[in-house]
């Protein structure tokens, strides 16, 4: 393992795989239905507002990068009109990445918590 | 060949074109705007004069008619011109043959652009879904007859879509400096 710039590991695989605030409120939304597909703005009317239609394909092109979600063109059918649609769901990778952020952010409040920065 | 009197040499086009045309039109919209409530005040008195003018050619003499007549005149004027051309305009709307209106799908000219300005991954991953999402909340808008709400989509897609080709440019360019200050 190889350490780079500002400290950080290097090799593909060894590194620590990150989620930010709006990544981890999608995988939320995607694992809030368990075995279904979300489009797009699916998730913008499921979010109320927290995320937006101008931010989340990038957002999701983003996680698509980082294997936390797949994606395919729906189906076109006979009589509709326009480009397909994309569904997005969560991976099994992604799955874990969610769980252990969740972990992650349980026991990051209980320190919080313990050294009374909870007031 | 000369013209007797009381003949056109030619055809009056004009004319023609009044009487066949302009002609029913006027008398549809008068008629129209003696049958609504609005104005139906406003004819009573025009009716109340008309009568009382033609009984004053008979009993009275020929000032009250006069006066009678420019009162007549002094109703119709404003209603002519101030209520005429909006129920004329109307009655025109309804008469002249509808043309049928082919647009472009909203969203061809984004999807040029995006042909034009994006790789095909970021055309493929962010530009088409936004395209795809405008245009099918679009046809759920037409479909239900919402035209204003239709249109508004329209402009929040276009919004969406600078935005988001904005975002994507600004946040490839950031990481594209981290990789390149990396040490090698």
Redesign the interface.
């Known amino acids: 393992m190889e350490v780079?710039?500002m400290g950080r590991h290097?090799d593909s695989d060894e590194r620590v795989p990150s989620l930010s605030g709006k990544e981890a409120l999608i995988l939320e939304l995607l694992l809030g239905k368990p075995g279904a597909e979300m489009?797009?703005?699916e998730l913008v009317h499921t979010s109320r507002n927290r995320l937006?239609?101008?931010?989340i394909?990038?957002t999701?092109?983003?996680m698509?990068d980082k294997a936390y979600v797949e994606s395919r063109l729906e189906e076109k059918k006979a009589d509709a009109?326009?480009?397909?649609?994309?569904l997005y769901r969560v991976t099994g990778y992604g799955k874990r990445v969610f769980e252990a952020w969740q972990l992650a952010r349980e026991a990051g409040r209980r320190h919080f918590a313990e050294i009374g920065g909870g007031r | 060949m000369t013209a007797k009197r009381g003949e056109f040499s030619q055809p009056n086009w004009l004319l023609l074109f009044f009487s066949t045309r302009i002609e029913p039109l006027i008398t549809s919209a008068l008629e129209d705007m003696s049958r609504s409530r609005m104005f139906r005040p406003l004819f009573d008195v025009l009716d109340w004069l008309y009568v009382a003018a033609r009984r004053g050619s008979t009993r009275l003499g020929f000032t009250s008619k006069v006066v009678q007549l420019f009162l007549l005149a002094l109703f119709m004027a404003p209603l002519i011109w101030l209520v005429g051309p909006f129920l004329l305009g109307k009655r025109l709307i309804q008469v002249l043959p509808r043309r049928t209106h082919v647009s472009s799908?909203p969203?061809s000219f984004l999807?040029f652009l995006a042909d034009f300005l994006c790789s095909s991954k970021?055309k493929q991953?962010?530009a088409?879904?936004?395209?795809?999402?405008m245009?099918?909340?679009?046809?759920d808008a037409l479909f239900a007859h919402r035209k204003a709400k239709a249109g508004w989509i329209r402009v929040?897609?276009c919004?969406?879509?600078?935005?988001?080709l904005g975002?994507?440019r600004i946040?490839k360019g950031v990481a594209g400096l981290?990789q390149q200050?990396?040490?090698r």
């Not at chain 1, 937006?52 to 931010?55: C, E, M």
């Not at chain 2, 245009?135 to 046809?139: A, I, M, T, V």
């Open positions: 780079g710039f290097q489009y797009g703005l937006k239609r101008g931010t394909y990038v999701l092109s983003r698509e009109s326009g480009l397909p649609r994309r | 799908a969203g999807q970021t991953d962010i088409d879904p936004i395209i795809a999402d245009q099918f909340e679009y046809y929040r897609g919004c969406a879509f600078f935005h988001a975002l994507h946040l981290f200050a990396r040490p």
